[in-house]
């Protein structure tokens, strides 16, 4: 099980009342019983697909970046079929875990998320906030209300939801996925992909 605590000190006061909730506490869920919020990011069928995948993932993961490539083309290849839903996850050993998810999800308030995840995993290796404004920048996202967004934690509330509903079904680390209520932990090669697909 992943204990989750950030150390980032300008962070502490605002996570830690959600954070320090030990996890006997959390009201246990079965993984198909997972909450997919409407701010949740969507990429492919927003509703109905016949392949929903909720991951929950953490943008400075390196397997998370493995698999965000393939998923990427997964769903190309099946937008009508296939639903990626995207649930921040944040891990306490990655500094810019947590910088990174409020960057994206203050993307995704200008409809952006996705260009924003994609450029996100490609600068994995020198995340920072001058990276996250670049990204912003070059997105030509409103930097006002973006840099806003980012002090004001205005995104934060979801990304905590999200970190509880990770640890309400377990999760042990990332990448880990829910498919079609089933749950499959780690990197997952094109070939199980594909056959997830085919049996649906």
Not at 5 to 27: A, H
Not at 65 to 91: C, G, I, Y
Not at 130 to 149: G, H, Q, R, W
Not at 165 to 180: A, C, H, K, M
């Amino acid at each position: 099980m992943v204990v989750i605590f950030f150390n980032l000190k300008e962070q502490s006061k605002i996570i830690n009342p959600v954070l320090e909730q030990p996890t006997e506490k959390v009201q246990p869920k079965n993984p198909s019983e997972v909450t997919i919020f409407p701010a949740d990011p969507v990429r492919g069928v927003k509703n109905g697909a016949k392949l929903t995948i909720v991951q929950f993932s953490d943008f400075t993961c390196p397997y998370c970046a493995q698999m965000a490539v393939l998923l990427s083309v997964m769903v190309a290849q099946n937008k009508d079929r296939v639903s990626l839903v995207w649930k921040d996850f944040p891990l306490a050993e990655h500094e810019q875990s947590l910088p990174a998810a409020k960057a994206a999800q203050c993307a995704s308030l200008q409809g952006k998320f996705w260009d924003y995840h994609d450029k996100l995993f490609q600068n994995q290796s020198s995340l920072s906030d001058f990276v996250y404004e670049s990204i912003a920048n070059d997105l030509k996202l409103n930097m006002p209300k973006f840099l806003t967004c980012l002090s004001n934690n205005e995104t934060l509330p979801l990304i905590q939801r999200n970190i509880m509903e990770g640890r309400s079904v377990g999760l042990d680390g990332t990448p880990y996925y829910i498919i079609n209520g089933r749950v499959h932990s780690g990197i997952l090669t094109q070939t199980e992909l594909n056959d997830l697909l085919s049996g649906y």
